[in-house]
T-cell receptor, first 114, second 118 residues
Framework: AQSVTQPDIHITVSEGASLELRCNYS??????LFWYVQSPGQGLQLLLK??????LVQGIKGFEAEFKRSQSSFNLRKPSVHWSDAAEYFC????????????FGQGTRLTINP | ETGVTQTPRHLVMGMTNKKSLKCEQH?????MYWYKQSAKKPLELMFV???????ENNSVPSRFSPECPNSSHLFLHLHTLQPEDSALYLC?????????????????FGPGTRLTVL
């Protein structure tokens, strides 16, 4: 069965430091992969997505992610975090027709130290 | 209003009450979704509607009853809920089921309804 694992439940980094959030997926077919961010009291906002082609994907707010098929990973990165990046981050794999069924990871809560 | 809106934002109900959650999308999309976000559990897909027809029911208990009168509106009718049903219920929409954006749609989420069942 398809699944998504985000090994880090909570990460704390200093403002200006680099960030990498890990995501591993399990899916038998070509994966459609997504990263969403959720700020307190808000819904989910799409950061970026991977369907095919270039394995390094650029997203909004300076985020990027790299798809590595051999490692079944889709890690999210940002070179320099800002205080406003504090939020919860969710990795998801889309399955089924049109990848409509999103299977989410547990989420990683990001705290930024000033 | 733009995007996906949900009302109410907060709801407290007893186990014998009947209430409804409402979702409206202003994006011209044809697919709509209900998700449940519980503490300490991953987001769970509940229902999918394409062109007003239900195409996915992810083994959701019958005390949750969805309704999609048109492509812009989605309801979740609630009755005889249990305390463990307390959660954030998120609605989402996407352009269509064919996946015009290269094979998969992007889903756009509303802010959610925080439900507490006493």
């Amino acid at each position: 069965a398809q699944s998504v694992t985000q090994p880090d439940i909570h990460i704390t980094v200093s403002e200006g430091a680099s960030l990498e959030l890990r995501c591993n997926y399990s899916y038998g077919a070509t994966p459609y992969l997504f990263w969403y961010v959720q700020s307190p009291g808000q819904g989910l906002q799409l950061l970026l997505k991977y369907f095919s082609g270039d394995t390094l994907v650029q997203g909004i707010k300076g985020f990027e992610a790299e798809f590595k098929r051999s490692q079944s990973s889709f890690n999210l990165r940002k070179p320099s975090v800002h205080w406003s990046d504090a939020a919860e981050y969710f990795c998801a794999v889309g399955v089924g027709q049109g990848a409509q069924k999103l299977v989410f990871g547990q989420g990683t809560r990001l705290t930024i130290n000033p | 209003e733009t995007g996906v809106t949900q009302t109410p934002r907060h709801l407290v109900m007893g186990m014998t009450n009947k209430k409804s959650l409402k979702c409206e999308q202003h994006l011209g999309h044809n697919a709509m979704y209900w998700y449940k976000q519980s503490a300490k559990k991953p987001l769970e897909l509940m229902f999918v509607y394409n062109f007003k027809e239900q195409t996915e029911n992810n083994s959701v208990p019958s005390r949750f009853s969805p309704e999609c009168p048109n492509s812009s509106h989605l309801f979740l009718h609630l009755h005889t809920l249990q305390p463990e049903d307390s959660a954030l219920y998120l609605c989402a929409s996407s352009p269509d089921s064919a996946g015009t954006s290269g094979g998969a749609d992007t889903q756009y989420f509303g802010p959610g309804t925080r439900l507490t069942v006493l």
